[in-house]
């Protein structure tokens, strides 16, 4: 073991949270370039765009599970974590270069559906994303004690991925999507693979006493995410309604009966908890207000660039879009309409993550006041706030800004406290595997973005994406609010432990 490890100190900290950076800067690469790509050189529309999209959650039903599950109670290549983050790097590269070269691929290969090629690619990206996220949260925890300790592992692990987050977003300005995934497959590959090198895992064996009494295999599992069937259901009718136009006439009202569903039993959920109060009942209550929180953010990384080409660019000059600056001072290079779409995307996002990045720390000092509930709920409402402005007012570039910074609070508490609040409601020593369970609350959710974009599709009113945004994140603050403060093992409620989001 090296000194700096030994002494857990900053440097070790900050080498700690690489692998995570990795996966923030792959998620923030992908969030940039892929709907851009689609759209723009491969022609796609909205709900096709959405389709491959699709790719991601599909990914992180099994790779988040199965990793957790396996990354417990396995022990090769010198670590429990170390051997998915190598693998998950490698193969997010590998993604990265494919990207930029769907048709030719198409061409090699000899399947004509281009959706079909993308969508392969998308998932082996997400695949790789979602074995090297679980194994990069968890080897946190792993290493770190309890207390203020292991919050510094997580919050250097929130700074130094969020800045990486926002550097993607200014490449992608810079010199354009296409070449921010080749510098993605680079950093991501280094940050991955040699990082992890350089840190020892410690090998603990479970005592008798320590092992949980109850076993968790894949029915188990199923059992668990009951609150998130709804998610589950549509997701799947989704996969199938691309392939068979028979079943279009129902996306309605199967997305209809699918949020019904997640609200009846969320009711349910929280009237037993105020009758039994239990761990178990206030993991399923955090895991469904979570879940519609991805609904929202997941559908605004899909299809703000769909909203920004009907909404603002028709209202803007070419001459006067602040996102081209960067580019065209730069790099010399004039912008076109396609690519100031993709600008105005990168821009927002990146003021969405840099306050991601550096509001951790304010959540800090707030929750030590109110508690982390309290706070997370505070900032949550902020995100609905700036969904609602963009809705309603967002007709002009700085418009969209705007509502980017007000939502980029909520999402540093999305990416900051949650997994933190759940992670005392679970047995430590299954950590990995109940971070997979809880993960589904973002995956599943992810996707009923699907059926977002079918409805825009079918109105052509891209007004109602950032409407639906909103509503889902006022949805999951209501659900919030019935979340009980938990209590540090370490040091009581006032210290609050910080986590990452997917």
């Not at 912008?335 to 779409?341: F, Y």
Request: aromatic share 14%; hydrophobic share 55%; net charge neutral.
């Amino acid at each position: 073991m090296l000194p700096f490890q030994k002494n857990l100190s900053p440097l070790f900290n900050a080498i700690l949270a690489l692998p995570a950076t990795a996966v923030g800067f792959a998620l923030s690469t992908q969030i940039a370039a892929l709907s851009w790509i689609l759209s723009k050189k491969y022609g796609l529309d909205i709900h096709e765009v959405a389709f491959v999209w699709l790719a991601g959650p599909v990914a992180g039903i099994f790779g988040q599970v199965i990793v957790g599950l396996i990354s417990d109670n396995v022990w090769f290549m010198g670590g429990r974590r170390r051997p998915f983050i190598i693998i998950g790097g490698i193969v997010s590269s590998i993604a990265f270069l494919s990207l930029p070269y769907i048709q030719e691929i198409s061409n090699i290969t000899g399947v004509s559906d281009i959706i079909i090629v993308a969508s392969v690619i998308a998932l082996f990206l997400d695949l790789s994303v979602n074995v090297t996220f679980n194994p990069a949260r968890s080897i946190i925890a792993d290493l770190t004690p309890e207390g203020k300790q292991r919050t510094a592992g997580y919050v250097w692990m929130q700074i130094v991925s969020g800045f990486f987050g926002v550097f993607a977003y200014f490449l992608s300005m810079l010199f354009g999507n296409v070449t921010l995934l080749y510098i993605a497959a680079i950093l991501v590959f280094i940050m991955a693979v040699f990082p992890i090198l350089l840190i020892e895992e410690t090998k603990t064996e479970e005592s008798e006493s320590d092992k949980p009494s109850e076993i968790f295999g894949v029915w188990q599992i199923v059992k668990e995410i009951y609150p998130l069937y709804g998610f589950l259901v549509f997701g799947l009718y989704s996969v199938f309604n691309h392939f068979f136009e028979f079943l279009s006439p129902v996306h309605n009202p199967i997305l209809i009966l699918s949020l019904l569903y997640s609200i009846i039993i969320g009711i349910i959920i929280i009237l037993k908890g105020l009758k039994n109060p239990s761990d178990k009942n206030e993991f399923q209550k955090i895991m469904l207000a979570h879940s519609f929180t991805w609904v929202a953010f997941q559908s605004m990384f899909i299809m703000s660039g769909f909203f920004i080409e009907n909404r603002i660019m028709p209202n803007v000059e070419l001459s006067g879009i602040i996102a081209n600056w960067f580019a065209e001072k730069l790099t010399g290079v004039a912008q076109t309409a396609d690519s100031s779409i993709g600008n105005i995307v990168s821009l927002g996002f990146l003021i969405l993550n840099f306050i991601g990045a550096v509001f951790p720390i304010a959540l800090q000092a707030i929750s030590k006041r109110i508690g982390r509930v309290k706070t997370y709920i505070s900032a949550l409402s902020f995100t609905a706030i700036g969904y609602f402005y963009i809705a309603f007012l967002g007709t002009i570039e700085t418009d969209f800004y705007i509502g980017m910074m007000l939502a980029g609070i909520g999402w540093s508490a999305v990416i900051s406290i949650v997994f933190a609040i759940m992670s005392e409601r679970v047995n430590p020593l299954k950590m990995g595997l109940f971070m997979g369970v809880f993960n589904l609350a973002v995956v599943l959710p992810q996707m009923m973005s699907n059926g977002v974009a079918n409805v825009i599709k079918q109105t052509n009113d891209y007004q109602l994406l950032y409407i639906f945004c909103g509503l889902f994140i006022v949805t999951s603050v209501i659900f919030w609010v019935f979340v009980k403060e938990p209590l540090a093992k370490a040091e009581a409620a006032k210290t609050p432990l910080v986590s990452s989001g997917h």
